[in-house]
């Protein structure tokens, strides 16, 4: 069953921002010490069950950065995701640190969240910022051989119609 809200008063709504900043921290420094562990089980043990338990908690939750915290166990960690299966396997790198201690080292100053940097916000009203988007996709596919792009010379008039437009400011 759904929860029903209500549009609540300015100081219910500041007190409930103050508990999201608190609550929000609090989740990203436990998904951190997971991060950590999964990638240390993996590393040390071949053990990948705990990053392939949070992963499923993370997914099902929604509004996670998820792709970042795939990239930063990648990273660090003997781990691989599937995408097809949607599991984590073992993935024997020589690269990867095993020692527990220098792991931790290594780890200290980097973050789950910052393996994949966060795309500013943009309105959903930009048609100039999706135009820029749909261009760079376009221009990529192009310069792949044996892609043939159909009405290829609408690029370039959409090209110019954007070109003296400023990004939105992020």
């Given at each position: 069953?759904?929860?029903?809200?209500?549009?609540?008063?300015?100081?219910?709504?500041?007190?409930?921002?103050?508990?999201?900043?608190?609550?929000?921290?609090?989740?990203?420094?436990?998904?951190?010490?997971?991060?950590?562990?999964?990638?240390?089980?993996?590393?040390?043990?071949?053990?990948?069950?705990?990053?392939?338990?949070?992963?499923?908690?993370?997914?099902?939750?929604?509004?996670?950065?998820?792709?970042?915290?795939?990239?930063?166990?990648?990273?660090?960690?003997?781990?691989?995701?599937?995408?097809?299966?949607?599991?984590?396997?073992?993935?024997?790198?020589?690269?990867?640190?095993?020692?527990?201690?220098?792991?931790?080292?290594?780890?200290?100053?980097?973050?789950?969240?910052?393996?994949?940097?966060?795309?500013?916000?943009?309105s959903v009203y930009d048609v100039a910022e999706m135009v820029r988007k749909m261009i760079a996709k376009l221009e990529k596919a192009g310069k792949q051989e044996g892609v043939t792009i159909n009405n290829a010379e609408l690029i370039e008039g959409?090209?110019?119609?954007?070109?003296?437009?400023?990004?939105?400011?992020?």
């Open positions: 069953m759904a929860k029903s809200f209500a549009i609540l008063t300015r100081e219910q709504a500041e007190a409930r921002i103050a508990l999201i900043g608190k609550r929000g921290n609090a989740l990203t420094n436990d998904i951190q010490a997971i991060a950590v562990t999964a990638i240390g089980y993996a590393n040390v043990h071949g053990d990948v069950t705990i990053a392939q338990s949070i992963y499923t908690t993370l997914a099902t939750l929604g509004g996670i950065r998820l792709n970042s915290f795939v990239k930063y166990c990648e990273t660090f960690g003997q781990l691989a995701y599937d995408k097809d299966t949607k599991n984590f396997a073992y993935f024997k790198r020589d690269s990867a640190e095993r020692d527990p201690v220098a792991l931790m080292t290594q780890l200290k100053g980097t973050r789950w969240f910052d393996a994949i940097k966060q795309e500013a916000p943009v959409l090209a110019d119609l954007v070109e003296g437009i400023e990004p939105a400011a992020k």
